[in-house]
């Protein structure tokens, strides 16, 4: 028998996180290989003359990219 215990997740959903090219709030995680995969949601940014067609960007980062 094969047995793989993911540990608890490290961060939670509506923390404020770093990570190296920015900052944002964790929306979402999931289990992944047997690690813990985090979505990401970057803060908007001041509108563009064109107007904002929709959400800014939502990147999935592992435990190992994130910082408090």
Do not use: C, H
């Not at 028998?1 to 939670?12: E, H, T």
């Not at 959903?13 to 985090?38: C, D, H, L, T």
């Not at 990401?40 to 994130?66: R, S």
Request: zero cysteines; a negative charge; proline letters at 7%.
């Amino acid at each position: 028998m094969n047995l793989n215990i993911l540990a608890v997740p490290k961060f939670s959903q509506g923390q404020m996180v770093g990570f190296i090219g920015g900052a944002g709030i964790i929306k979402n995680y999931r289990p992944e290989s047997s690690r813990w995969v985090y979505l990401i949601e970057m803060p908007m940014g001041p509108e563009p003359e064109m107007g904002q067609i929709g959400y800014e960007t939502m990147i999935w980062l592992t435990e190992e990219d994130i910082s408090t």
